[in-house]
């Protein structure tokens, strides 16, 4: 079982990225997933959320408008494209696949966002 997050990086604000959270081992249709951030000395905070088919999405308050989270079940993966980056989304995201019986984490990427 791995779940796996790519396309972190160092962009400069107003920039965009887009993370993607690859799935192996597990029936990933059958799991929601939530994208969360941590920054050091902080709480994890929750990005937004798909559903298994990905029919509803929803997201943190604050991030509305400008990340967009989507998936492919095809490729047993999910995306968060982020646009309009600010220094406040430096931070390391983390997905996490979620069924009622079985919770997936991944390793995280790492997102600086900096001149």
């Known amino acids: 079982v791995q779940l796996v997050e790519s396309g972190g990086g160092l962009v400069q604000p107003g920039g965009s990225l887009r993370l993607s959270c690859a799935a192996s081992g597990f029936r990933f249709s059958s799991y929601a997933v939530i994208w969360y951030r941590q920054v050091p000395g902080k709480e994890r905070e929750l990005v937004a959320t798909?559903?298994?088919?990905?029919?509803?999405?929803r997201y943190a308050d604050s991030l509305k408008g400008r990340f967009t989270i989507s998936r492919d079940n095809a490729k047993n993966t999910v995306y968060l494209q982020m646009n309009s980056l600010n220094a406040e989304d430096t931070a390391v995201y983390s997905c996490?696949?979620?069924?009622?019986?079985?919770?997936?984490w991944g390793q995280g990427t790492q997102v600086t966002v900096s001149s």
């Open positions: 996490n696949a979620v069924s009622a019986s079985r919770t997936y």
């Open positions: 798909i559903s298994p088919t990905g029919t509803v999405t």
